[in-house]
């Protein structure tokens, strides 16, 4: 089934730890996103690819750093993890820019650092 | 600054009821309007797209309307089931900077009774 694959679905992390948390597509999707989603905050993006080999910021990219070596693969990386990292992420695609095309999600992973 | 709100936070309605969910923003400077539905525990699935151009958009059941100049969409569940019961939230690319953004609505929580 066409898709985002994200994982794990969940993790216990605890504090000063380096996580990476994983996104794969297979809808060969130009772009890729990284959201965070909080209650009371809604999503806020984390950071976003245009396209393989780019990558930039977004509105919360302090503590987290991206790569995009290939279209399928858009791993996000938490360098030093801290409590405020607590959080749901979501990974998510589009075809084309955002004005054109919708957004497709994973199912998430939900984080939490102790 | 481009904002967008959602009300209610929630709403609850017997099974067959249609309905109407509402999503305001405050710059009527948009490119697109998305509608997605989250269900619990899982990522967002996209909707509807309404472009900035456009007056409606239909899927089924689903009818999503902009007023650009009202800065008003709303998105219409006919004939309503239990298994509409998630979470709706609207989002609208805005061009912010020199850079496009997806600023997001925080949702409103739907429950269908059966």
């Known amino acids: 089934i066409a898709g985002i694959t994200q994982a794990p679905t969940s993790q216990i992390l605890a504090a000063g730890r380096r996580m990476t948390l994983r996104c794969t597509q297979d809808m060969r999707h130009n772009a890729m996103y990284w959201y965070r989603q909080d209650l009371g905050l809604g999503l806020r993006l984390i950071h976003y690819s245009n396209t393989a080999g780019t990558t930039g910021k977004g509105e919360v990219p302090d503590g987290y750093s991206v790569s995009r070596a290939n279209t399928d693969d858009f791993p996000l990386t938490l360098a030093s993890a801290v409590p405020s990292q607590t959080s749901v992420y979501f990974c998510a695609s589009s075809e084309g820019h955002l004005r054109n095309s919708p957004l497709h999600f994973g199912n998430g992973t939900r984080l939490t650092v102790t | 600054k481009q904002e967008v709100t959602q009300i209610p936070a929630a709403l609850s309605v017997p099974e067959g009821e249609n309905l109407v969910l509402n999503c305001s923003f405050t710059?009527?400077?948009?490119?697109?309007l998305q509608w997605f539905r989250q269900d619990p525990g899982k990522g967002l699935t996209s909707l509807l797209l309404?472009?900035?151009s456009q007056r409606e958009q239909t899927s089924g059941r689903l009818n999503a309307s902009l007023d650009k100049s009202s800065g008003r969409s709303t998105l219409y569940i006919a004939a309503s089931q239990p298994g509409d019961s998630a979470t709706y939230l609207c989002?609208?690319?805005?061009?912010?900077?020199?850079?496009?953004?997806?600023?997001w609505g925080a949702g409103t929580k739907l429950i269908i009774k059966p």
């Open positions: 710059d009527s400077a948009i490119y697109n």
């Open positions: 989002a609208v690319i805005s061009l912010s900077y020199s850079n496009y953004q997806l600023i």
């Open positions: 309404i472009q900035s």
